[in-house]
């Protein structure tokens, strides 16, 4: 695994249910009873729900932290959706002396509150009237399953009440247990709404799908006709996404299906890309844990194309050092096969190198070439410092700055060559001494 996430077991949707079929609208919902939900209930949430239920206010968990309980997983974050509006909400909350944390999503229906030391995030259910394939213009509902409606996979569709009932308008609870990922309705519709879905479509199925390649035909061919669309989302919103992908299962299979259906060139990704490469680090990578630029720099058959994908998704400046680095050194920088110290040409790297994430660099590398024995090695060896100075050398006499560089990259040398064993004493004993 590419310190891939498992797809979740079968046993882990194996919790104590009580079913209930309400027939209205197709609505199928069922009780939750797990040691993972009840974990949830804080001081802060406890004090979140009474202040809701008080004021008649519908509240529910929404979305992924829906999935995740369902799976047995206790969620990260949690999304919480409500039948009240924004100014309905900041009403309640300064009437109970509640602080609110003010940004953006208010626009949006979203008001953030704090209560015991925690954030909750709250959502107006809503309905998107209006959809440009990036951005969404929302009216406000009552209605569950309107808002149910308009998110983008079947999984990721459920809300969860607050006594446990599951409410699943979408079959999304039988997807997850037959790990499937479908769209909520017709994939084009969904798609076209925000083209970012397709990326989050390929994440979803590498963190769910047991196998690669169970993919519905329907939805493969809404994302071919629709992959030009994702030239038209942001490069901070596509990385995001893609950073998920590789690090999740499937990967290999994911990223040569991008290139099949025409999603790569849109997303930053080579046109030329050195797919033969990537097969061989996928596999090389496998259970180590590898850094998404480390995967992914085995497509780039140059340092340009570092450059470019940087141009187009805004990377971080870390990322696109690692990613150049790997490209420039997974050549030359290899184990001496020959020798008795094989991790040597990379201890000697992180010497020369003297910046400070370059251990965590040469590591990356050593992911990428596949030497998880040299990994370990390297995670566990601690750099020496080199016992000389300049200052040594202007005591013994050195008074010339470009002298004293020269001979401190010679003693540096004889240094490595003994194995950064040999002490200040010994190594200025080679110094030829002015007049002497």
């Not at 027939?23 to 009474?50: C, H, I, N, V, Y």
């Not at 009240?84 to 979203?110: D, L, S, W, Y």
């Not at 969860?160 to 079959?171: I, K, R, S, V």
Request: contains cysteine.
């Amino acid at each position: 695994m590419l310190r891939f996430l498992r797809p979740w077991p079968r046993s882990a949707l194996s919790c104590t249910w009580s079913l209930l079929r309400l027939p209205r609208r197709g609505l199928f919902t069922m009780k939750l009873q797990s040691s993972e939900f009840q974990a949830l209930f804080t001081d802060g949430l406890k004090s979140l729900t009474e202040l809701f239920h008080r004021e008649n206010h519908e509240l529910r968990i929404a979305g992924g932290a829906v999935r995740d309980l369902l799976a047995g997983v206790k969620p990260q974050d949690v999304d919480f959706a409500t039948t009240a509006t924004p100014e309905q909400m900041k009403e309640m909350f300064q009437a109970a002396g509640v602080r609110m944390i003010h940004n953006k999503g208010e626009q949006h229906g979203t008001v953030t509150a704090r209560l015991h030391e925690e954030n909750f995030e709250i959502t107006t259910l809503r309905i998107d009237v209006a959809t440009d394939g990036r951005h969404a213009e929302v009216e406000f509902t009552t209605d569950w399953q309107k808002d149910a409606e308009r998110r983008d996979l079947t999984i990721n569709s459920m809300f969860l009440g607050f006594d446990g009932t599951l409410f699943d308008y979408f079959n999304g609870y039988e997807d997850l247990k037959n790990k499937k990922v479908r769209f909520v309705g017709q994939a084009k519709q969904r798609i076209q709404e925000d083209y970012l879905r397709i990326l989050r479509y390929f994440r979803f199925y590498g963190r769910v799908v047991e196998k690669p390649g169970d993919h519905d035909p329907g939805t493969l061919e809404a994302i071919a006709e629709n992959a030009q669309g994702l030239a038209g989302i942001s490069g901070e919103r596509i990385w995001v996404e893609l950073k998920k992908i590789l690090t999740g299962n499937h990967v290999n299979h994911l990223m040569h299906l991008s290139y099949r259906l025409g999603v790569a060139p849109y997303i930053g990704l080579p046109a030329n890309a050195n797919l033969e490469e990537f097969d061989k680090v996928t596999k090389n990578v496998e259970g180590l844990a590898p850094k998404p630029m480390t995967v992914l720099a085995s497509l780039f058959k140059g340092q340009d194309d570092v450059t470019k994908l940087d141009l187009r998704l805004k990377i971080s400046k870390e990322e696109k050092n690692l990613g150049l680095f790997i490209v420039k050194n997974r050549r030359d920088l290899v184990s001496a096969a020959d020798s008795s110290d094989p991790l040597k040409p990379y201890q000697d790297f992180v010497i020369d190198c003297r910046e400070p994430d370059a251990k965590a660099r040469v590591c990356e590398l050593l992911k990428y070439q596949g030497e998880p024995s040299l990994l370990e090695e390297m995670q566990g060896w601690s750099i020496p410092p080199f016992p000389v100075s300049g200052h040594d050398l202007r005591k013994a006499g050195i008074v010339s700055g470009k002298e004293i560089g020269a001979l401190l990259q010679q003693l540096r040398n004889q240094w490595k060559k003994s194995g950064y064993q040999m002490e200040k004493d010994e190594l200025l004993s080679y110094i030829q001494k002015p007049g002497s």
